[in-house]
């Protein structure tokens, strides 16, 4: 009777793809009809909206340049008091309401906002567009976190001088070591600075969840206030994602509306306990779940680090969507930095880029493998498929890769492995003992090994070292796992020829095995 393997390893929830599969994505669709209607109240209101923001701003530039004449940024700086900081608080935040009046926003605020001394941090989201600026006015323009280039923008530049904001240089190594610093001067300074604002998503969204949060915010341990955005309008024409409207296209369309709506609203401050002052990462996952139940929307792992890796997927010919594996959850289960999952897409490419939808089939990996579709390698994809649709997806490949096929890669194994080849013992494995022995581990016997077997013959000499061997398992991890998937089957195949009494041991040490790999599974649940 043919031996068949017992899988140990449980299809575990979490690793399968999250319920908000991309929030990185705006999906407006505009009709005729809506195009129409945006042209037709276009002509009249944009040209209109165009001239009274002008002069708006024709005011705002000189106040700007009046309330930071001879104010430093940098070095020793002191919050603004006297004249500056009643002109920002109140002449600033006009011209502000006045500008965003302009553009037609109809703004909604609901909730009390407290005092720098009660909550030093704003907490801002979901962050969804370059509109998003309008909490900061209505605020009393608090202070933000801003790149040091913003700085340089024409009028605008003055007005963020006016925020005096905690500066990020991406030229300066230690600017996310000095912006920390300065974030908790900042938040423990008593009420002397005014409260930061800070979006925590870090980048922007479609609104459908909310996104992990960056820690700079939490990290001081201080008491935050929870704002959240709302855009409750029947046509979206704000926000601005990765994929979607570009940001004129987004400016021209809310211009030619003859209002929007945005909901701004103030939770009430959250007061982090002890345990949360010590965990940034608890204190900011706790705040995420308080604004995600007022909002009635998802949390998810996605981070900025997933754009990343959507954009390289891109780069790479890959659908976008191919990248989001939820880089937190992955990172963390399975201590993984965004360099070396920036590696497995590549790859994961290398297999998937001819594929439609990026996902990779049995037959493309036993392609990409240069292996003909066998037992051994279909135990060895259905390991990789976590959901068993009979595909792979990225994420499926990050897992089953980390999991499965590096821990493999040890020395003691490959050795092992090695001497399995090498039938006469004397360090070199031919083509001979190469082919014989995959044959043997496939179960097939017409396959050809040449363009295999002269990949891993790196200086072409004709027979295989350690060394090479190594160095292919190491850059190929799939292999490995197929080596130690055919000694598995060695064992199994033993136990089951073995007598009673052989059997009755070999199945507790077989017991103990299984909790092991349920257990070395459940690591990256």
Request: charged share 20%; hydrophobic share 40%.
């Amino acid at each position: 009777m043919p031996s068949q393997r017992v899988f140990a390893l449980p299809r575990q929830q979490s690793l399968l793809l999250p319920a908000v599969i991309n929030p990185f994505v705006q999906n407006t669709q505009l009709s005729n009809a809506t195009i129409l209607k945006c042209v037709l109240q276009g002509i009249i209101l944009v040209p209109l909206r165009a001239i009274i923001i002008s002069l708006v701003l024709m005011v705002t530039w000189p106040v700007a340049v009046i309330i930071t004449f001879k104010h430093p940024l940098k070095g020793a700086v002191a919050p603004m008091t006297g004249w500056r900081r009643l002109m920002c608080q109140s002449v600033m935040a006009a011209l502000g309401r006045a500008y965003y009046f302009c553009m037609g926003f109809r703004v909604v605020v609901k909730g009390k906002q407290v005092g720098s001394s009660e909550a030093p941090i704003l907490a801002v989201a979901p962050h969804s567009t370059f509109f998003d600026g309008i909490v900061c006015i209505m605020a009393g323009l608090p202070s933000t976190v801003s790149r040091i280039e913003n700085l340089a923008t024409p009028i605008f530049g003055r007005f963020v001088r006016c925020l005096q904001p905690v500066l990020v240089s991406r030229k300066d190594p230690d600017s996310r070591k000095n912006t920390i610093q300065e974030i908790d001067s900042r938040a423990k300074s008593g009420g002397r600075w005014p409260q930061v604002l800070i979006f925590p998503e870090g980048t922007c969204t479609n609104r459908s969840c909310l996104i992990t949060f960056k820690q700079g915010a939490f990290i001081p341990g201080v008491p935050v206030q929870p704002v959240i955005l709302r855009y409750p309008n029947k046509l979206d024409t704000v926000t601005w994602t990765w994929q979607g409207f570009s940001s004129r296209t987004l400016l021209l369309l809310t211009l030619c509306q003859l209002y929007t709506t945005v909901e701004i609203e103030f939770l009430p401050p959250h007061i982090p306990t002890e345990e949360e002052k010590k965990s940034p990462a608890l204190l900011a996952s706790r705040v995420r779940h308080i604004m995600a139940r007022a909002l009635g929307v998802p949390v998810t792992d996605h981070t900025y680090e997933d754009c990343r890796l959507m954009i390289s997927a891109g780069e790479l010919t890959l659908p976008m969507e191919a990248g989001l594996v939820e880089f937190t959850k992955i990172s963390r289960k399975l201590n993984l930095k965004w360099d070396n999952v920036r590696k497995e897409l590549d790859g994961f490419a290398a297999m998937a880029s001819s594929c439609k939808g990026g996902r990779i089939t049995i037959k493309e990996f036993a392609s990409f493998l240069k292996l003909p579709v066998s037992p051994a390698l279909q135990e060895l994809f259905a390991l990789f498929d976590r959901n068993c649709d009979g595909t792979i997806d990225f994420r499926e490949y990050v897992i089953g890769v980390t999991i499965l096929c590096r821990p493999a890669n040890t020395e003691d194994v490959l050795r092992m492995a090695f001497r399995l080849f090498d039938t006469d013992e004397d360090e070199k494995i031919t083509r001979e003992e190469f082919t014989v022995l995959l044959r043997s581990a496939l179960g097939v016997s017409d396959i050809n090994m040449v363009k295999l077997f002269k990949e891993i013959d790196a200086d072409n000499s004709g027979f295989i070292t350690f060394s090479e061997f190594q160095a292919f398992a190491m850059t190929h991890p799939e292999y490995a796992k197929l080596f130690t998937t055919y000694l598995e089957l060695q064992r199994y195949q033993a136990i089951q020829e073995a007598s009673p009494g052989d059997l009755e041991l070999s199945g507790q040490v077989s017991s103990g095995d299984s909790q092991e790999d349920s257990i070395s599974d459940k690591k990256d649940d």
